[in-house]
């Protein structure tokens, strides 16, 4: 008994004295970790600067199934955020600011605890090399469960070396990995939309599409709407020599909605039409190669390209409904004259202000 008490004793000096141990150390803590990702630098930043693609590499989301998102209208650019809740954890993240290509700056809190986020972007031998360093301090707790586990810096370290190695395979595989299928000439029907309507260099054309599909879909969250199918595009300008591209992104809708003037959406309608159907299964990074095809498809079996309608890229499978970008499908519909029929309709695209139907609806012959 007595031997028992001394023990008792024992564990709990040895406590006491593992207390006040770690409670001396340091909480301050600055972990830096790189690695080079076989991936040209633009596509590496793009990645990275979204935070909906945060659950394909972080090593700690991946591992833990309870971890459950929340995204908010803006996920990529400065002022960015995103917000979670798991089993242990409960926190947000905020980029604070972006140089292109180059860096990017973040807040993050992990409960209750304060940390800076900081990523460079360089080019180098074999694609990018990427350094995530990230600078805070634990509190007392942390600095326990940190102890136990060999000290912050190998915790995060390990952390963000398997990250970094997730993110190398994710953008190898996932980003580099697409087919393209040209389906044949389809009858696209009309119907109602509402759009955006944006101006910008081929090199943002990827980006901003991203973020107007985003604003488009919190628009319909926000004002209570159901759309009756995907979002898609409309080109109305794509002139590579002055570096301009117009186009739409949008929204199909049952009937025609009334907008308030001054908002920066629009309502429309487009007439059906006899179009090329090309189908993009992968990263949307890949629509140039799908256009090529399609339209060296048109050029080898003798199809005209209908200048009265626009072409319209329809995603019918996106990253809302697959993280995985290998498996994200759109679909392209260029505007021909079908075989053996009248062309008396040759006046340059214009935008009629209306759209497409759903996927699921077009009609193959």
């Given at each position: 008994?007595?031997?028992?008490?001394?023990?008792?004793?024992l564990?709990?000096?040895?406590?006491?004295?593992?207390?006040?141990?770690?409670?001396?150390?340091?909480?301050?803590?600055?972990?830096?970790?790189?690695?080079?990702?076989?991936?040209?630098?633009?596509?590496?930043?793009?990645?990275?600067?979204?935070?909906r693609?945060?659950?394909?590499?972080?090593?700690?989301?991946?591992?833990?199934?309870s971890?459950?998102?929340?995204?908010?209208?803006?996920?990529?650019?400065?002022?960015?955020s995103?917000?979670?809740?798991?089993?242990?954890?409960?926190?947000?993240?905020?980029t604070?600011?972006v140089?292109?290509?180059?860096?990017?700056?973040?807040?993050?809190?992990?409960?209750?605890?304060?940390?800076?986020?900081?990523?460079?972007?360089?080019?180098?031998?074999?694609?990018?090399?990427?350094?995530?360093?990230?600078?805070?301090?634990l509190?007392?707790?942390?600095?326990?469960?940190?102890f136990?586990?060999?000290?912050?810096?190998?915790?995060?370290?390990?952390?963000?070396?398997?990250?970094?190695?997730?993110?190398?395979?994710?953008?190898?595989?996932?980003?580099?990995?697409y087919?393209?299928?040209?389906?044949?000439?389809?009858?696209?029907?009309?119907?109602?939309?509402?759009?955006?309507?944006?101006?910008?260099?081929?090199?943002?054309?990827?980006?901003?599409?991203?973020?107007?599909?985003?604003?488009?879909?919190?628009?319909?969250?926000?004002?209570?709407?159901?759309?009756?199918?995907?979002?898609?595009?409309?080109?109305?300008k794509?002139?590579?020599?002055?570096?301009?591209?117009?186009?739409?992104?949008?929204m199909?809708?049952?009937?025609?909605?009334?907008?308030?003037?001054?908002?920066?959406?629009?309502?429309?309608?487009?007439?059906?039409?006899?179009?090329?159907?090309?189908?993009?299964?992968?990263?949307?990074?890949?629509?140039?190669?799908?256009?090529?095809?399609?339209?060296?498809?048109?050029?080898?079996?003798?199809?005209?390209?209908?200048?009265?309608?626009?072409?319209?890229?329809?995603?019918?499978?996106?990253?809302?409904?697959?993280?995985?970008?290998?498996?994200?499908?759109?679909?392209?519909?260029i505007?021909?004259?079908?075989k053996?029929?009248?062309?008396?309709?040759?006046?340059?695209?214009?935008?009629?202000?209306?759209?497409?139907?759903?996927?699921n609806?077009?009609?193959?012959?």
């Amino acid at each position: 008994m007595r031997i028992l008490k001394y023990l008792f004793l024992l564990i709990f000096l040895f406590l006491i004295g593992m207390s006040v141990f770690v409670s001396t150390q340091k909480g301050d803590f600055d972990v830096t970790r790189s690695k080079v990702i076989k991936n040209p630098r633009i596509t590496v930043f793009n990645y990275i600067n979204d935070y909906r693609n945060w659950e394909t590499f972080c090593s700690w989301i991946k591992n833990d199934n309870s971890y459950k998102f929340n995204y908010p209208e803006v996920t990529m650019g400065q002022g960015a955020s995103c917000s979670w809740i798991s089993t242990d954890s409960e926190g947000n993240l905020k980029t604070i600011s972006v140089k292109e290509n180059e860096s990017i700056t973040q807040k993050m809190v992990n409960n209750e605890e304060y940390s800076e986020i900081y990523w460079k972007f360089k080019d180098t031998v074999g694609g990018t090399k990427v350094t995530w360093r990230s600078k805070g301090k634990l509190d007392f707790k942390a600095k326990i469960a940190a102890f136990f586990h060999g000290g912050i810096n190998s915790v995060i370290g390990d952390a963000y070396e398997k990250s970094l190695e997730n993110l190398n395979k994710t953008l190898d595989f996932e980003i580099n990995t697409y087919k393209v299928k040209v389906n044949g000439v389809v009858n696209l029907p009309g119907g109602f939309y509402l759009k955006q309507f944006l101006h910008c260099k081929q090199k943002d054309v990827d980006r901003n599409i991203k973020i107007l599909v985003s604003r488009m879909e919190h628009f319909f969250v926000k004002n209570k709407m159901n759309s009756k199918g995907k979002p898609f595009i409309i080109y109305h300008k794509y002139d590579r020599t002055n570096d301009d591209i117009g186009f739409s992104v949008c929204m199909p809708v049952k009937d025609s909605i009334y907008i308030m003037p001054g908002s920066d959406i629009e309502s429309g309608k487009l007439k059906s039409y006899t179009t090329l159907k090309t189908t993009l299964t992968g990263d949307y990074s890949h629509t140039q190669t799908a256009w090529k095809k399609a339209l060296a498809y048109m050029s080898k079996n003798h199809f005209e390209r209908n200048n009265s309608g626009q072409i319209i890229e329809v995603y019918a499978i996106g990253r809302n409904d697959v993280k995985n970008p290998s498996k994200w499908v759109t679909e392209i519909y260029i505007p021909v004259f079908p075989k053996g029929g009248e062309k008396s309709s040759r006046k340059k695209p214009t935008d009629s202000l209306s759209v497409v139907p759903a996927a699921n609806e077009i009609v193959e012959p």
